[in-house]
């Protein structure tokens, strides 16, 4: 939720990003979601309140600090619940929809002179009613810093007098507290956001016919939504719940096997998913007569898992229409990256297949490993899977693959290369004449950047960045960007970036980084990175940029991979957005660490050469030769 800053600057004008874009999209809001909150927005504009001298009162005669305080419930959706009892007896809504059924407060569908709305109660308070143009003049002042859902709330003015009514009468009568009310209590806005959210998702639910319990706000697939906060967009609302919802659905037999448990009633909601996940990766086959022994262990892991109540991964982790494009960053704590399929991601498993197999150059230091180093017999192979992966790369020029098993063929230098210059413009290699290189990528890769550092140097000068520091160039050189790879990385290009990248995690993971091999080649300890560095410094005679480029790879894969992700409404999500800017950000300081590092070896390298000239003119002792590093062949 956005804090408003309650003292506007009194300079500046404010910059909003424009609705149209160059792709034609706007992040509108989701048209059911419109519809309930216009019916919400419509309710509590009824006039069911009247006056008496100088108080006001509710239906039935209820006091108005009374009335107005009364919970607001969601929505439910069925056939079972009409009329009033679509709302819980008792909350606001529900007395509000009796009230004005029952010709109480109007007569032949015409309003009596009796009977009062919000509006003209809050008008005729006069404290309130300054309240309410203080409030409006702040909420003006502060637009821009307001998240979509806040924003979209804010646009119905039922809703507004509802907010102001009842914030004044819960005791808030001065216009700081009841703006933090109102922006703060879990009884203001936030209140009303969760009753479109809920409303609207039950209406989806029912709408599919979807055999899970939805109509009670603690029931689990309610909560699940509710966690993910989903913006109202229509870009992305519908596919949130779609996703929560057909979480349950497919899961629906692991869920029927916790609900037969004695345990079931006091596991917290949030811990099911991982129950679920837990239920299906056991090895022993869970049922109706284990699940009350097994239930505890799962718990108990569960809870002793560091961080486990932030993550939100699905139950089912397995996508196999984005497996293709998937990476797993060789961290110690590395996380897989789940992606799907389409141009723009397969543009980001190729740049990080890319800065690692050819700028770190891992393939030419596996086969410097392979064909020098080990030929010289200084290392031992006695682990018998080392060794057969060992023989079918060395020998049948095969790999297999990561997940599925399968023996494929190695890529080639050339194909490899030839594919970085049709996508990225990267390299001199030589392409067919059928190729079109994407000769635009490195002017659109550096627009972003620039952007980016103006943007960052602009919001650092800015006194209110979210206010008064437009996104709009940033969006449009991202904007750029993704036409741009979705264009040129396609084709042939979508087929071999998997195979590149599952060749590279191969050598990594089964060959580099082999204890055997970390063992012997780094004994006083350490990971790939290490093994790397001492194979590369051998076959180039000089220092690897490792952890750098490691560091380059993985941030312009995050980087590209938001590209793929973008759309307007995207970077209306304040997290988002600086997510993506810190990337970017980065990315600039690793490009600049690389950059300062190159010609401080190059000054390096030219004192040693001076220092040693005099004793390499005297020297007679006979100078090594220099291996080829980086050829597929053998130094014989």
Not at 297 to 304: A, G, M, Q, V
Not at 339 to 350: E, K, P, S, Y
Not at 630 to 635: H, I, N, Q, S
């Amino acid at each position: 939720m956005a804090t408003l800053n309650f003292f506007p600057s009194s300079n500046g004008v404010k910059i909003r990003r424009t609705n149209v874009t160059t792709n034609g999209v706007n992040a509108d809001i989701d048209a059911k979601l419109k519809e309930q909150l216009a019916y919400l927005d419509d309710l509590l504009s009824k006039p069911v309140f009247t006056r008496d001298d100088d108080s006001w009162y509710g239906p039935d005669g209820v006091a108005i600090e009374d009335f107005i305080t009364l919970p607001l419930k969601s929505r439910r959706i069925s056939h079972k619940y009409r009329e009033e009892q679509q709302w819980e007896e008792g909350s606001l809504l529900y007395n509000i929809y009796t009230a004005i059924n029952s010709n109480s407060f109007t007569a032949n569908n015409i309003t009596t002179t009796a009977n009062y709305n919000l509006e003209e109660y809050i008008d005729a308070e006069d404290k309130l009613s300054l309240l309410k143009f203080d409030f409006k003049d702040r909420l003006g002042n502060n637009w821009n810093n307001l998240d979509l859902n806040t924003r979209t709330i804010l646009n119905y003015p039922g809703v507004i007098n509802y907010l102001l009514a009842m914030g004044y009468n819960s005791g808030y009568s001065e216009i700081n507290g009841l703006t933090n009310f109102i922006f703060g209590n879990r009884s203001g806005i936030r209140n009303v956001i969760t009753y479109g959210q809920i409303s609207t998702a039950r209406e989806y639910i029912h709408d599919d016919k979807v055999d899970v319990e939805y109509n009670s706000d603690t029931s689990h697939v309610i909560v699940d939504i509710l966690k993910g906060n989903p913006s109202f967009s229509s870009l992305s609302f519908r596919q949130y719940i779609d996703k929560i919802v057909s979480n349950y659905v497919s899961n629906s037999k692991e869920l029927e096997l916790l609900k037969f448990s004695k345990y079931y009633n006091d596991i917290p909601v949030v811990m099911i998913p991982k129950l679920i996940k837990q239920i299906k990766a056991s090895l022993l086959p869970v049922n109706k007569s284990n699940i009350d022994n097994l239930l505890p262990i799962f718990l108990n892991e569960i809870e002793n898992t560091p961080g486990w109540e932030d993550d939100t991964t699905d139950t089912d982790t397995e996508d196999t229409s984005g497996a293709d494009y998937s990476v797993s960053f060789l961290d110690d704590d590395a996380a897989v990256v789940q992606v799907l399929t389409n141009n723009i991601r397969c543009a980001a498993q190729m740049m990080y297949s890319m800065t690692l197999g050819e700028e770190l150059d891992i393939f030419n230091v596996v086969n410097f490993f392979t064909h020098k180093y080990m030929v010289r017999g200084n290392i031992q192979i006695s682990d018998t899977q080392l060794r057969e992966d060992l023989q079918l790369y060395v020998f049948s020029n095969k790999f297999t693959h990561p997940r599925t098993g399968k023996i494929i063929d190695r890529t080639r230098p050339a194909e490899r290369q030839m594919f970085y210059k049709q996508v990225f413009n990267f390299g001199n290699a030589p392409v067919t004449e059928d190729v079109v290189v994407n000769k635009e990528f490195p002017k659109y890769w550096r627009i972003l950047i620039m952007e980016v550092a103006r943007y960052i140097q602009r919001a650092q000068d800015s006194p209110n960045p979210d206010s008064y520091v437009s996104r709009q160039t940033v969006m449009q050189a991202v904007e750029d960007l993704q036409y741009n790879l979705s264009t040129h990385c396609s084709g042939m290009a979508n087929v071999i970036s998997p195979i590149i990248y599952d060749e590279l995690y191969f050598v990594i993971k089964r060959i580099l980084n082999h204890p055997e091999v970390v063992k012997q080649l780094v004994p006083a300890g350490g990971n790939w990175w290490k093994v790397v560095e001492l194979l590369y410094e051998g076959m180039k005679h000089q220092r690897p940029k490792t952890t750098i480029l490691y560091n380059k790879a993985k941030l312009s894969y995050e980087i590209l991979h938001s590209i793929a992700d973008y759309n307007p409404a995207t970077f209306e999500d304040d997290k988002l957005f600086s997510r993506f800017i810190s990337n970017v950000d980065a990315f600039i300081i690793s490009q600049a660490q690389l950059q300062n590092k190159g010609e401080e070896e190059e000054n390096t390298d030219e004192t040693e050469y001076r220092k040693g000239k005099d004793y390499d003119e005297d020297s007679t002792s006979e100078k090594p030769s220099t291996p080829s590093g980086g050829k597929d062949e053998w130094d014989f």
